[in-house]
């Protein structure tokens, strides 16, 4: 059974950092497309971010690039999202994903990002 739990949301300041990770079960990570999305209240939900393939490519919404770096820990079987220099139109809340994909009976639970002086 594929579980995926969220963690590391929580309230920001502009500017700031936040770390999300997702641990995984029920599959391995080493070459399994994994990823994140985002869905702020009455708005779509957005994908984020995506990380592909043995060769560990990855994948980012333009609206994050270069302030979100997503990674994976193939031994703790966890995937990361860093998030820096966030800002108040980031706040949402965050799911992982398995296979990067839409169907939500593949994400977990997510975690709550709120940027807000």
């Known amino acids: 059974q594929v579980q995926l739990v969220e963690s590391g949301g929580g309230l920001v300041q502009p500017g700031g950092s936040l770390r999300l990770s997702c641990a995984v079960s029920g599959f391995r990570l080493d070459y399994r497309p994994i990823g994140w999305f985002r869905q702020a209240p009455g708005k779509e939900v957005e994908g984020v971010s995506c990380?592909?393939?043995?060769?560990?490519?990855?994948h980012y919404a333009d609206s994050v690039k270069g302030r979100f770096t997503i990674s994976r820990d193939k031994d703790k079987n966890t995937v990361y999202l860093q998030m820096n220099s966030l800002k108040p139109e980031d706040s949402a809340v965050y799911f992982c994903?398995?296979?990067?994909?839409?169907?939500?009976?593949?994400w977990g639970q997510g975690t709550q990002v709120t940027v807000s002086s």
């Open positions: 994903s398995a296979d990067c994909s839409t169907n939500k009976d593949y």
């Open positions: 990380i592909t393939g043995s060769d560990d490519g990855a």
